[in-house]
């Protein structure tokens, strides 16, 4: 066991992270890894009482700041869980602090903090989005990446909050029976269902909603990656008998973004977020559950 007030003064003072010793960051990485094997792949939260929050955060891609500042407004008005859509590192200049809250934050708080897999949380993006390098030349040896892809290995990859709102890194996928087959499954079962699955797992994370589509439609982001339409929308959420869906892993210039007549809300929660092609001046933005409502909001850092 990690002593908490070890875990809570890397919280308070993430400066002190990239000091930490391998030996430190694997310590958290596997407490973390314990915890999130034991979870659903498929979260289920039910609240009866309707004043009751859920806050929801979208990517936030090693903007410690962007970060620090959500983690101000949870500590002052502490909603009752906090889901994470994934997307933690890449891209940004704090990653391993960020990654290293966040799963200090879940051995602290296991049953308020959720970390839900991102198409970030994958050796391939690492590799070619820069955690990988980072954490490779800060520890000098490939094999001590092992550790943080046994934890990216075990997350879950949605949730359902009231059994009415989904909540996911990417998008709907044409499986319109995953939620179904993941239903009560923990990753140590999943091998028995895996071919049934694997796609439309891999599609939770990557796919996007495209407005004025019918149907699914390929997408520029790669094969087997999908838009997805209104119409093949509502199917979905008709069939699974869910009222909204809340997903991250794009970046829009006025921050959150709503789709299919505001039953989809998009976050995002990397603040003027360093992009493929240039930075932008977006605001960080994240989502509030309650009352089977949802309210998104855009942040002011300070
Ligand atoms: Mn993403």
Not at 48 to 76: M, P, T
Not at 113 to 124: A, C, D, P, R, S
Not at 201 to 212: A, E, G, R, T
Not at 281 to 297: G, L, Q, T, V
């Amino acid at each position: 066991m990690i002593d908490n007030n070890f875990l809570q003064s890397l919280i308070e003072k993430p400066q002190k992270i990239s000091n930490l010793k391998f030996e430190d960051i694997s310590k958290i990485l596997k407490e973390a890894k314990d915890i999130f094997k034991e979870e659903s792949l498929l979260l289920e939260f039910q609240f009866l009482d309707n004043n009751e929050e859920v806050y929801v955060i979208g990517d936030i891609h090693g903007n410690l700041h962007s970060l620090l500042n959500i983690l101000e407004i949870i500590k002052k008005n502490k909603p009752k869980i906090t889901i994470f859509l994934g997307d933690i590192v890449d891209r940004g200049i704090r990653q391993l602090e960020c990654l290293i809250i966040i799963l200090a934050l879940k051995i602290l708080n296991p049953n308020k903090v959720f970390l839900l897999k991102g198409n970030h949380e994958t050796l391939e993006m690492n590799q070619y989005y820069g955690f990988f390098q980072e954490f490779v030349q800060k520890f000098n040896d490939q094999e001590k990446f092992k550790d943080v892809l046994d934890v990216y290995y075990v997350l879950p990859f949605c949730a359902i909050v009231n059994d009415k709102i989904l909540c996911l890194h990417g998008g709907i996928p044409e499986d319109i029976e995953i939620l179904k087959k993941l239903k009560g499954l923990k990753h140590e079962n999943i091998n028995s269902v895996f071919k049934s699955v694997a796609e439309g797992l891999y599609q939770i994370i990557w796919n996007d909603p495209k407005d004025k589509l019918m149907g699914f439609a390929e997408s520029f982001r790669g094969p087997e990656i999908k838009f997805f339409g209104e119409d093949v929308f509502n199917n979905f959420m008709k069939s699974n008998n869910l009222k909204y869906l809340i997903r991250a892993h794009e970046c829009f210039p006025e921050g959150y973004r709503w789709f299919f007549n505001n039953r989809l809300l998009s976050i995002f929660s990397s603040a003027n977020y360093r992009g493929f092609t240039h930075t932008s001046s977006n605001p960080a933005s994240y989502a509030i559950i309650r009352d089977d409502k949802i309210f998104p909001i855009n942040i002011k850092l300070s």
